[in-house]
T-cell receptor, first 110, second 112 residues
Framework: GEDVEQSLFLSVREGDSSVINCTYT??????LYWYKQEPGAGLQLLTY?????DMKQDQRLTVLLNKKDKHLSLRIADTQTGDSAIYFC??????????FGKGTSLLVTP | NAGVTQTPKFQVLKTGQSMTLQCAQD?????MYWYRQDPGMGLRLIYY???????DKGEVPNGYNVSRLNKREFSLRLESAAPSQTSVYFC???????????FGPGTRLTVL
């Protein structure tokens, strides 16, 4: 199946910006998603971007999409300790199901 | 609205036992999904139901069966549990197939 790749860990200091990167292989992906998972909980949809967009901003979150390179990033401005979680990138594949990356564990230190 | 609910939250089985994981959504969504989450593996799709009355295999369907009981409910059955099925199971739903999915809180299953 199509692959979605993410780095596994990221550590930032409180107040800094976090950037989580993702690459995908299916060029026909129409929607790309970012989900957040806190310990012991399910996945929470954070934001998404449609494939004809380059950027989407939603409060502290900025999603950048480079469709040519099949690269997606999530920037969290002014990162807080409450942002510590696992972040999943997901892409709609040609069969219209979602392919998830393995998740990036974000640790925010005071 | 409760969103997506799953029961039970935790379960321990012995090898060979059977059980059914229940999932219900109150958002009038057409599509429902079952995933398993294992350390280092991300989420893998077991089965999905694109619309009421249809079910299809996902990436890892072996050892599982599903039933789309009605528009609200989608159950996952393990007929003869194996230790390899120890995992956290998530149910999700979406308004249409391929659109953003909403997840339940998960069922943590251990097979001894």
């Amino acid at each position: 199946g199509e692959d979605v790749e993410q780095s596994l860990f990221l550590s930032v200091r409180e107040g800094d910006s976090s950037v989580i990167n993702c690459t995908y292989t299916d060029s026909s992906s129409t929607y790309l998603y970012w989900y957040k998972q806190e310990p012991g909980a399910g996945l929470q949809l954070l934001t998404y971007i449609f494939s004809n967009m380059d950027m989407k901003q939603d409060q502290r979150l900025t999603v950048l999409l480079n469709k040519k390179d099949k690269h997606l990033s999530l920037r969290i401005a002014d990162t807080q300790t409450g942002d510590s979680a696992i972040y999943f990138c997901a892409a709609v594949n040609s069969g219209y199901a979602l392919n998830f990356g393995k998740g990036t564990s974000l640790l925010v230190t005071p | 609205n409760a969103g997506v609910t799953q029961t039970p939250k935790f379960q321990v089985l012995k090898t060979g036992q059977s059980m059914t994981l229940q999932c219900a959504q109150d958002m009038n969504h057409n599509s429902m999904y079952w995933y398993r989450q294992d350390p280092g593996m991300g989420l893998r799709l077991i089965y999905y139901s694109a619309s009421e009355g249809t079910t299809d295999k996902g990436e890892v369907p072996n050892g599982y069966n599903v039933s789309r009981l009605n528009k609200r409910e989608f159950s996952l059955r393990l007929e003869s549990a194996a230790p390899s099925q120890t995992s956290v199971y998530f149910c999700a739903s979406s308004e249409a197939f391929g659109t953003d999915q909403f997840f339940g809180p998960g069922t943590r299953l251990t097979v001894l």
